[in-house]
Each structure stands twice: as structure tokens, then as C-alpha cells.
């Protein structure tokens, strides 16, 4: 159970772990879905969902969108909080690692990061982009490099 609503949920990792975003918390959990097809084994439930770790934001206020690469292998998360802050969030050392706090004039609603296609390839800069979106203030595409 949560305490709050979930706002946002992703596999994460190559799909090794969920990224769930509750409130002012983001957590990361590891699972297993057991398919195993015999017949008698399968009333007996293996499969795992564990809590692995919890990153509680510093400001304390509602992560509205989450964003983070599934497709390779990637530390940096992007999510919104309620107001208008975007936060790059590094979760090898677990702490914020960049913030814009004037993203948009009104709430941010949204974020997506570029991931990429299997059906063509990119230059690695390209993977530093990312899209943020607000009501009335349209779309912004932004940099992490130079965060604007």
C-alpha cells in the first residue's frame, strides 16, 4: 500500500526494476514474475516484487512526471515537481544533480526524455535532449548539458 497516489510508473534499468513516483518519494523496486508452466508448481506463487531503495526529494513537494531511459543503461532520471520545477536526478549517488527552477510559467504536466529507436541510430548527443509540456505554455525542448 501506498501512502499517497502513484503519479507515475516505469520499468527501469533494461527492465530489471520499477520506478514509481508517490508523493515527494521516488522508489525503485526489484521484480520477478515467476512463468513457470507446470501444472502443479504454478499454484505456488514465486513471484517477487521487493522494495529496493527510497529517495525522498528535498523540497518535500509532489513529483507530478517521471522520466527516465529503459533502453540501455542510464543513471539520470528527470521528473517534475508539483510547482514549476524540473530536477535532473542522478541516482548512482542518489541525490538531485541539476535543477531548473523556472521550467514553465504555469505547472509542468509532463516530461519525456529521448529513448531512442531500434529502428535507427542516433548520435549520442541527441539522448541529451528531453521535453518538458504546461497547459497554455506549450512545449519547451531542453539540453541537459546546458539545461535551456
Known amino acids: 500500500r501506498f501512502p499517497q497516489p502513484l503519479r507515475s510508473a516505469q520499468f527501469y534499468y533494461m527492465d530489471k526494476f520499477l520506478l514509481l513516483s508517490c508523493g515527494p518519494l521516488l522508489q525503485l523496486y526489484l521484480y520477478h514474475l515467476d512463468t513457470s508452466q507446470d501444472d502443479i508448481k504454478r499454484y505456488k506463487q514465486k513471484s517477487l516484487c521487493k522494495l529496493v531503495e527510497k529517495f525522498q526529494m528535498t523540497t518535500g513537494t509532489e513529483i507530478t512526471s517521471v522520466s527516465a531511459v529503459n533502453d540501455f543503461f542510464s543513471c ?73
Open 76 to 148: 539520470i532520471l528527470l521528473h517534475i515537481l508539483f510547482h514549476h520545477l524540473k530536477e535532473e536526478f542522478d541516482l548512482n549517488v542518489g541525490r538531485r544533480a541539476a535543477c531548473i527552477p523556472d521550467a514553465h510559467t504555469r505547472a509542468v504536466h509532463h516530461i519525456a526524455q529521448n529513448k531512442g529507436s531500434m529502428f535507427s541510430t542516433q548520435e549520442p548527443d541527441a539522448y541529451n535532449l528531453f521535453l518538458t509540456s504546461s497547459v497554455t505554455d506549450g512545449i519547451k525542448l531542453w539540453d541537459l548539458r546546458t539545461l535551456r
